[in-house]
């Protein structure tokens, strides 16, 4: 039986930087036990002679020329920014006074 | 004219009976007559759709050389970007987003004159199987308005149903395709993965995720599919390969000699009883045609849909990341930029989203990374084989799509569990990346209601699906005298 607690989703919540409420906190952890039981199955059969697919496609890398080709304008790219300043992206503050 | 199937419409418009502005005004007034019951749509672009519209009459007229579906109108899911027509993805998260550029499938549809009539409803960043996910409030199934029309693309095949369009574009990362056709007496394929591109494709999990035509009818599908199918640069896990033939196979129908392999992991506990009839029903008919049907075992099938659940969450959690009130979506709160983006993704995101990027913050953590998602990606070779072995035995494999008809809204909303059990047959095409269509295999006898019947065929042979399905499609017409979607209730009568 897997254990989320309420403070290993609050964790799982920083590091996916999204808030939740004590609500939120309470159904996810219980929630999330009941799915990870269910998915843990997986490793009955994943043993360690079976290589892992984690695409359908038997590519390697795609590369392509580098050539300059149209591509959206700075009004265009900006257009849907929630603010912009001078032809940027206009965001909160991101280093504390002491960085 | 709405309740024609696209290729008559198309025959309609190449003989002069009708032009594409009055075949769009007719959808436009059916969605004006009959949307605010189904709520299939969550923006009509009128304008837009018949600016298109008036574009190709004009060229039919100065005898300009079109596509097959030219004038045509198509409903699509709002997971596809379109240039200047809001974007939701079915979330707050988006609202009021004007994408600045069009997704190739968006380029491909005007590139052969087929109408956008507008964004279908959808469950919040594709993460559903009911379309009850969506921020802007569910769609309702046109066979009875108190039940699901599927999910997550519930908004395209219930315009379908509804006649509010004859084409839809929906996305296909675990089902959202097939299922929501299943229940809604429709028609929808999930190519190969790689057959359509996912340039301009909102990311949900991308080695999972796929567009693919949804229609009334198999050839319907077969000319969407060759008209947003095939090469794109912009896509690199795109494949440069042509589009397998599926309008020649659609119309071909002939299946005397395939082999028709029946899973049989996909079938019994926990399939509802009419489904199964149907179903066995179909088989009766395709062995009737000449097809040989066989049982083939795909024993790692069992474990498909935990796998799903550790790698769609663990995919979505990384591409979920990009919504960070930075460069466009909703911003909320004040402080610093990362307080900004807790807040934002407080608001912005549904219960379904939340849950998932959490449970793939977990499976790809350090310390569970190999327990969890390492181990489903094992698992996803397995089952990738076990395809690999029945495709040794059968041309294609089938099953029902659903294993059930269209359950009430609001029924299983609250228990995640048994909404994912929605998807059991469907993943596994996903997981080993090759392609599904579902086609009606009629009402189930218990409630009424339509169901599906899924064929899948290897890689890059998706031709061989819509031989079968044409020829079954057929063959049910045949029996019952008229289209499934002739039963269902008429809408906007009063």
């Known amino acids: 039986m897997s254990n989320i607690s309420r403070d290993d989703v609050a964790n799982l919540a920083k590091l996916a930087r999204i808030n939740l409420s004590e609500d939120e906190l309470s159904h996810l952890s219980s929630e999330l036990s009941v799915i990870l039981d269910a998915v843990a199955r997986v490793q009955e059969v994943a043993s360690s002679d079976v290589p892992p697919t984690s695409h359908p496609l038997p590519l390697k890398n795609v590369f392509r020329d580098d050539v300059v080709r149209p591509s959206l304008s700075p009004d265009e790219a900006l257009s849907g920014a929630p603010a912009q300043e001078e032809q940027r992206f206009k965001v909160p503050q991101i280093l504390g006074e002491e960085q | ?494």
Not at chain 2, 85 to 108: A, F, I, N, Q
Not at chain 2, 284 to 301: D, M, Q, R, T
Not at chain 2, 439 to 461: K, R, T, V
């Open chain 2, 1 to 494: 004219m709405i309740n024609k199937s696209a290729a008559e419409m198309a025959a309609a418009l190449t003989s002069g009976e009708i032009s594409s502005v009055e075949l769009t005004q007719q959808h436009l007034d059916r969605i004006n007559q009959v949307d605010k019951d189904v709520h299939a749509f969550l923006h009509v672009d009128t304008e837009g759709a018949l600016a298109q519209a008036r574009d190709v009459d004009s060229k039919r007229k100065s005898g300009e050389k079109l596509s097959p579906l030219a004038g045509v109108p198509l409903a699509l899911k709002d997971v596809l970007v379109q240039k200047g027509v809001p974007t939701t993805c079915g979330s707050k998260m988006l609202e009021g987003w004007r994408p600045p550029y069009d997704s190739t499938v968006v380029t491909r549809l005007k590139e052969n004159g087929i109408v956008i009539l507008g964004k279908t409803n959808m469950d919040e960043f594709a993460m559903g199987s009911s379309t009850e996910n969506s921020a802007y409030g569910p769609t309702h199934n046109p066979w009875d308005l108190t039940r699901i029309p599927g999910g997550s693309g519930g908004g395209s095949s219930a315009a379908l149903a509804a006649f509010e369009a004859p084409l839809a574009i929906g996305t296909d990362t675990g089902g959202s395709i097939r299922q929501p056709a299943a229940v809604t007496g429709t028609v929808g394929v999930k190519p190969t993965y790689g057959g359509v591109s996912r340039y301009g494709l909102v990311a949900f999990s991308s080695s999972l995720d796929q567009a693919g035509p949804c229609a009334r009818t198999v050839l319907d599908a077969a000319y969407l599919h060759e008209a947003i199918g095939g090469y794109d640069r912009m896509d690199s896990t795109s494949i440069n390969q042509p589009i397998p033939p599926v309008v020649a196979a659609a119309k071909d129908g002939n299946i005397k000699g395939m082999k028709i392999g029946v899973i049989k992991e996909l079938q019994g506990d926990g399939y509802q009883a009419g489904v199964l009839k149907l179903f066995n029903q179909s088989l009766e008919l395709l062995a009737s045609l000449g097809a040989e049907i066989v049982e083939v075992s795909c024993k790692y099938f069992d474990y498909a849909l935990a796998a799903y659940y550790l790698i769609a969450p663990s995919e979505c959690s990384s591409n979920l990341a990009r919504f960070d009130a930075m460069r466009y979506g909703i911003r909320v709160g004040e402080g610093s930029a990362e307080d900004v983006m807790n807040a934002t993704r407080q608001l912005g995101f549904g219960r379904e989203v939340k849950r998932r990027i959490i449970l793939g913050t977990y499976a790809l953590s350090s310390g569970y990374y190999d327990a969890y998602y390492g181990s489903a990606q094992k698992v996803r070779t397995l089952i990738s084989r076990d395809f690999d072995s029945a495709f040794n035995h059968a041309d294609v494999l089938v099953s029902p799509t659903a294993p059930t008809t269209a359950f009430k809204i609001g029924e299983k909303a609250n228990d995640p569990i048994a909404m994912y059990l929605n998807d059991i047959a469907t993943i596994p095409t996903n997981l080993a990346g090759i392609g599904g269509m579902s086609i009606p295999s009629g009402l189930a006898e218990e409630d009424g209601l339509p169901a599906g019947f899924q064929i899948m065929a290897p890689a890059m042979q998706d031709d061989r699906m819509y031989r079968v399905g044409a020829a079954l499609e057929s063959a049910l017409l045949s029996k019952w005298g008229k289209p499934i979607l002739e039963n269902a209730p008429l809408l906007g009568a009063k």
